[in-house]
């Protein structure tokens, strides 16, 4: 909220704030000078310097050309559970004539969770157009069920060599929309559960955006996890002290 950018800052902050195993992180840009604070900075590789016992997995959902290497923009997985599968999926970017918007991504990724394979979804769903964020939801529920569906077990070493998706699932990321905005229904209606939800049935919802720029705050940012898993989440908290960014971070315990 100083205006200024800094990977390393931000690494520091998620450590200090709960000590991760899986850091998702929305907004990460590479090669971007035209970022307000930025001064055109591989964010991904200068996160990955700090946090040397995580591996990172990136998906760009705005990949364009730049003077400096490709511009991309995006989503990012950090963890220091094992990994196995990870996948890259583009969002839907239905035309839009009369609002600006722009490509969306969510990255997934297979933890080895101590109870079991994880899989993390990350994504930030479009800010301007709630048709946009609509078709994303729409995709986000097609790759969990196309995670749970059957395919053929292949064990030969190879490209086609079989490695788990997990059927339990957690998504969580900037869905830019307000908990009474249908969409997040509609998030629901696919086979999800609300994290907040599951643990505060009937307390008002903390606020995750705005708590520092004088417009009015609302909550945006969401943790969603399949009905398997609600049972393990043990606790979410949001730091609503930290001015390490316009969003305040969610912080969830799964035992």
Not at 71 to 84: A, D, K, T, Y
Not at 150 to 175: K, Q
């Amino acid at each position: 909220m100083d205006g200024r950018v800094d990977p390393k800052r931000i690494a520091s902050e998620a450590k200090r704030l709960a000590d991760p195993d899986v850091i998702c992180l929305q907004e990460i840009a590479r090669h971007f000078p035209e970022m307000p604070g930025s001064a055109g900075e591989d964010q991904v590789e200068e996160l990955k310097k700090v946090l040397s016992g995580y591996e990172a997995f990136f998906a760009p959902g705005v990949d364009i050309p730049g003077t400096r290497g490709r511009r991309q923009f995006g989503n990012l997985i950090l963890s220091r559970l094992p990994v196995g599968r990870v996948m890259r999926h583009q969002l839907p970017w239905p035309a839009a004539a009369d609002v600006q918007s722009m490509p969306r991504a969510v990255v997934e990724a297979v933890v080895e969770a101590p109870f079991g394979p994880l899989r993390v979804m990350t994504t930030h769903l479009e800010y301007y157009s709630a048709e946009h964020r609509g078709a994303q939801i729409d995709y986000i529920h097609r790759a969990h069920r196309e995670a749970c569906a059957p395919h053929r077990r292949v064990d030969e070493p190879g490209s086609y060599e079989s490695y788990e998706r997990a059927t339990g699932a957690l998504v969580c990321g900037d869905f830019n929309l307000k908990p009474e905005d249908p969409h997040h229904r509609r998030m629901l209606q696919g086979g999800f559960v609300d994290a907040w939800m599951a643990l505060n049935p009937g307390k008002a919802r903390q606020a995750t955006f705005h708590l520092y720029d004088g417009e009015p705050q609302y909550c945006c940012d969401y943790v969603f996890v399949t009905p398997d898993l609600a049972p393990r989440v043990k606790s979410i908290r949001i730091d609503t002290a930290t001015q390490a960014s316009d969003h305040q971070p969610v912080i969830v315990e799964l035992a």
